[in-house]
Structures are given as structure tokens and as C-alpha cells.
């Protein structure tokens, strides 16, 4: 499936840092993962915010490197 704004929602912001929450109940984390899934959120997202992602066989939690035209997501665990 593809990004839906609506399942990505702030959990915590403070000085400028935000911590986002997707969820995707539907999806397996491997499609979450894919360059390119987030950036209709570029927008949104800032290099630094750290995203936290739920789906179908499990969660993960990743960093933004970069989030100009394109979403970059790195230090995945």
C-alpha cells in the first residue's frame, strides 16, 4: 500500500526534534523500508526526527538523515 498521510502523527516535539509514529497494520515492515515510501512527508519530516513504524509483522525505529525532496531514513533497528 502506499504512504497515507493520515496514519503518521507527532508523539512528542520539543526544541525543534520530532517524534513520529506510523501506522500500517496491513503492510510488512519491508514495505515501510523502501527509498521513497515517506516522501510525500518531506514536507513534514526534518533530518534528525526519528520515526517509529508499526505494521503488520512488527515495528522498527528509524532516524530521518535527510528529508529535502526525498525522505532518507537511516540507523534503522
Request: charged fraction near 15%; hydrophobic fraction near 55%; aromatic fraction near 10%.
Amino acid at each position: 500500500m502506499d504512504f497515507t498521510v493520515r496514519n503518521l502523527s507527532v508523539l512528542a516535539y520539543a526544541q525543534g526534534f520530532t517524534l513520529w509514529h506510523y501506522k500500517a497494520p496491513a503492510d510488512p515492515l519491508a514495505m515501510l523500508t523502501v527509498p521513497g515510501f515517506f516522501d510525500h512527508a518531506c514536507d513534514m519530516l526534518a533530518a534528525g526526527d526519528m520515526v517509529m513504524m508499526s505494521a503488520s509483522d512488527g515495528g522498527r525505529l528509524a532516524f530521518v538523515a535527510a528529508a529535502t525532496d526525498r525522505v532518507t531514513l537511516a540507523a534503522m533497528m
